[in-house]
């Protein structure tokens, strides 16, 4: 498999690995599902975190390609944030201590997603895997949970980005064409909104 960095810059130029960036950037072959149903952000009961979890596995099946689907997980964080938090993100994405950032970069306009000041230095850390189902449920948990933020799955062939977030999932696809049949597969889970969000 082709290093990350290198993929990243093949397929998004500059654009960060951050789903936030990415909606922005990719906006006809970007889409979102919520988590819960209506959009509610934050799960109360245990059968809304089995929703959640049911939610994510089925948009990052369709998004990364199955089971056995090779895949690149990305954590990124502000070079700034403490440093329990860089501990807890590398841990999450199955990451030894001692390893180098595989990307780094400044935050151009300031839009950090509430994270970091203007021209803020951002770290990510990324890792080669085979997507399993029910593999990366306790990652899931912390996003939907707001205990973790920014990560994001690759699918290295097809450049697609599963990038869930404590709510939802955006999703990044090749194009129009796959954002229909998306939205076709998931009609129910996504945003009535007419920009999407």
């Not at 049911?54 to 440093?83: K, N, T």
């Not at 595989?102 to 770290?123: I, K, Q, V, Y």
């Not at 699918?155 to 129009?176: K, N, Q, T, W």
Request: proline share 6%.
């Amino acid at each position: 498999m082709v290093g990350f960095a290198r993929l990243w810059r093949d397929r998004y130029g500059d654009v960060p690995p951050l789903g936030h960036d990415l909606r922005q950037e990719r906006a006809g072959s970007w889409a979102r599902a919520y988590g819960l149903p209506g959009g509610k952000r934050y799960a109360t009961t245990a059968g809304e975190q089995a929703e959640i979890a049911a939610r994510a596995e089925a948009i990052a099946a369709f998004v990364l390609g199955g089971a056995d689907a090779e895949a690149w997980v990305v954590g990124s964080f502000v070079d700034g944030s403490g440093r329990k938090y860089k501990k807890r993100v590398k841990r999450s994405i199955g990451l030894p201590a001692g390893v180098r950032p595989t990307m780094n970069w400044r935050e151009a306009d300031g839009d950090s997603g509430g994270e970091g000041e203007p021209g803020a230095r951002w770290l990510a850390y990324a890792r080669s895997l085979r997507w399993q189902p029910g593999c990366w449920a306790d990652l899931l948990a912390d996003i939907a949970d707001d205990r973790i933020a920014n990560v994001v799955f690759v699918s290295p062939d097809a450049g697609r980005v599963f990038a869930p977030y404590d709510g939802g999932f955006d999703v990044i696809l090749e194009g129009e064409g796959e954002v229909e049949r998306l939205r076709a597969l998931f009609t129910p889970w996504l945003s009535p909104r007419v920009d999407g969000l």
